[in-house]
């Protein structure tokens, strides 16, 4: 392998060609874990904040809103609603009410067809 070749093998692997510009590209990369790590765990907490939530619930119902929009609430305990509404081929949600709620039915999936 000549010098030319060996020159273009470094270009492709590392955007930069000066050995103090490589090693602070790799210094500021390095310095960028904790940030991502705050991310992981930030993550990782909403998961496990919506996990424990919902696994301490003994009634969990699901029952379709009434008006102009698509949506359907998730009720926990007869206690608490999350609300999700539909965007476009997709449903958001769209927040939370605390109150008492009623049962829903069991038989909210039965007429549901295959498409």
């Keep these: ?9 470094i270009m492709v692997n590392c955007p930069y060609e000066s050995y103090t510009i ?22 990782l ?3 496990s904040s919506l996990h424990e939530k919902l696994a301490g619930s003994q009634r969990v119902d699901l029952i379709p809103l009434k008006g102009s929009g ?3 609430m998730i009720v ?3 206690k608490e609603a999350l609300y999700f509404y539909q965007d476009g081929d ?14 829903g039915k ?3 999936f039965d007429n549901i067809k295959d498409e």
């Design 45 to 47: 907490r909403k998961i």
């Design 1 to 9: 392998m000549d010098e030319d070749e060996n020159k273009d093998w």
């Design 106 to 108: 069991v038989t909210i």
């Design 76 to 78: 926990l305990d007869n």
């Design 70 to 72: 698509r949506g359907f």
């Design 90 to 103: 997709h449903f958001v949600y769209d927040g939370c009410e605390v109150g008492k709620y009623e049962n």
């Design 22 to 43: 490589r090693f602070f590209w790799r210094l500021l990369k390095l310095a960028q874990w904790p940030y991502y790590l705050v991310i992981a765990k930030l993550k």
